[in-house]
C-alpha cells in the first residue's frame, strides 16, 4: 500500500494533466500502480477481503447444492431432506467429487444461510378497520364459591383498534366457543370479515394453517355470522401475536388477587366491566389514538349482526327417570315430579344448561363439568313429598338444598311431616334465609306453627305518618248561602 501523500500527488498531478508516465517516472513508482491510483477508481486503504476458497468448491459443486435445496423446497418431505451427507455421497457417485466430506459440510452450512429465513424473524403486521378478529383461549384459577377451580379464559381482540373482550368458562369445548365468539359479536355490536385462531380441535377437523378444515359446526357458525374463518401455522403464536399478548395482560390486571366469587356469573360480570374500562381508558402503545377512538372508527365498518341467534348448545333429547331427574354428560338433573317418564330437550351451553318440554324451559342449571353428581331443585319434589310426607327428612332434594339447623327446628312443628312440607313450600317462597330469621325471632320455649311462621311473613309494613302543623295547611272560609238559596232551603 502506498503512503497518503504519494497517493495524494498522483491524482492532483493526473487531473492536472500530467500523463501517467511521467507521474511515475518524477516519482519513483511504477506505472501499474500510478494506472491504478489516478483516476480515483479505488483507494489505498480499500483493502480486498481475504477469502480462501479451495478449488475443489468449484461453480459446478455450488450449483449442485443449491439444487438439492431447491427440489427438498418442492417436496416438502421435512423427514426426507438432503443432509451434508448426502450430499457429499451424490457429489462423489454422480459428479466424481474428489474433496473431503468436511469441506463439502462447510460449503452446506454456508449455502443454506442463502435459503432460510432466521425463526425469530417476523413480519410487522397491519389491519385495516373492521377486517379482522384474534382470538384465543387461556387458563386461570379463582376460587368459585370457596372452592380453588381452574377456568378457562376466552381473549378476543379487533386487530386494527385493539379493543378487547374476554369471559371466563368452565371448559374449553366448543358450545363454550362459540358461545363465546357469540357474546364477543355481541360486546363489540358487529362482526369482522374474518377470525384468525390456532389449530384447536375444537374448531378444526383435520389439516392446518390455510389447509385447514373447520369442524361442520364450526363452519356453519361461521356461514351464519357470515366471517370467514382463518387459521394460524402450527406453533407460530406471532401469527396472532395480539391476542397472545391479550391472555397475559388479562391475567395480570384483570385476576390478580385470585377472584373468590360466588358463581361465574358474577365473574364475568367483572370481567365485562374490565373490559369496559380498558376501552374508555387505554392507550396501546405506539398507536396514534387511544383505543376508544380506534374502536369508534372501527364500529361503522363491522357487518350487522343477524336477528336470528345461532344456536351454540350441545342440544340433545333426554327421558325423566322415576327419580324425576335426567342424564346429561355424565350427571343428572332434576325436573318437576310431573314430567316424571317424559322426554325433554337439554341444552347445554358453555357455563349452564336449560331443559325444555314442548319449548318451553322447565329447568335451568349451572352446568357441572364432574362426574356422577346430581343436583335437586327443592321444589321439584314438593308435590311428591305431600303425597309421601314420611320421606321428608330422608329425601335427598331436601337433605342436600336444606339446612340442618332448620330440619331440626322444623321436627318440632306440631303437625309432623305434613306440617314440614308446609315448612318446606315456605322456603322455596320466601328463602331459607329469611325463615331461620323467624325461627331466630321466636322464643325457644314456644313451640313454633306454620301460621305462626306466615304472621311473621305477613307482618305490616311500618308506614310513616307525617305530621302537619296546624298553620301549614291554610283554611279559607266559604259563603254556603248561595247554595241555599239555589236549593230552596229556609234562611233564618
Known sequence: MIEMDIYKEIRHSYLRGESQRSIAARLGIARQTVAKYSKGETHPENR????????????????????????????????????????????VDEKDFIGSESTIRKAVREIRREFSVPPESNVPLS???????????GEFTCYLDGVKTKIYLFCGRLCYSCDIFVQAFKSANQESFLEAQQLMFDYFAGIPERLIFDNAKVAVKEGFGSHAKPQKRYASFGAHYAVELTFCNP????????????????????????????????????????????????????????????????????????????????TLIASVNDFSTIRFDKNQYSVPVKYLRKHVTVKGY?????????????????????SHQTQYKLEHYLDLLERKPRSIYNAKPVKE??????????????????????????????????????????PSHIVPTVDMIRSHLNEPTETRVVYLAQDEVPIEPVDLTKYDKKYGMVVQ
Request: glycine content about 6%; aromatic content about 10%; charged content about 30%.
Open 235 to 314: 406453533a407460530k403464536g406471532n401469527e396472532k401475536s395480539l391476542v397472545e399478548n391479550l391472555v397475559g395482560y388479562a391475567r395480570r390486571n384483570f385476576l390478580v388477587p385470585a377472584p373468590k366469587v360466588s358463581s361465574i356469573e358474577v365473574l364475568n360480570n367483572r370481567l365485562w366491566k374490565d373490559c369496559l374500562t380498558y376501552r374508555a381508558k387505554h392507550k396501546v402503545q405506539k398507536r396514534s389514538n387511544s383505543v376508544s377512538i380506534m374502536y369508534e372508527e372501527e364500529l361503522s365498518l363491522l357487518k350487522t349482526i343477524p336477528t336470528y341467534q345461532f344456536d351454540t348448545s350441545k
Open 48 to 91: 480486498k477481503q481475504y477469502e480462501r476458497s479451495g478449488n475443489v468448491i468449484t461453480l459446478e459443486v455450488v450449483e449442485f447444492i443449491k439444487a438439492c435445496f431447491r427440489l427438498d423446497e418442492q417436496e416438502n418431505l421435512k423427514k426426507q431432506q438432503h443432509t451434508a451427507k448426502r450430499i457429499y455421497d451424490r457429489l
Open 350 to 370: 358453555g357455563n349452564h344448561i336449560s331443559i325444555l318440554y314442548k319449548g318451553s324451559e322447565i329447568a335451568n342449571y349451572s352446568r357441572n363439568y364432574g
Open 401 to 442: 338444598n336444606i339446612s340442618k339447623a332448620l330440619l331440626d327446628w322444623g321436627r318440632r312443628l306440631p303437625g309432623g311431616n305434613k306440617e314440614m312440607v308446609k315448612l318446606l313450600r315456605l322456603c322455596v317462597d320466601y328463602g331459607e334465609e329469611r325463615i331461620l330469621t323467624i325461627k331466630d325471632k321466636i
Open 127 to 137: 389491519y385495516e378497520p373492521g377486517e379482522a378478529i384474534q382470538i384465543d383461549w
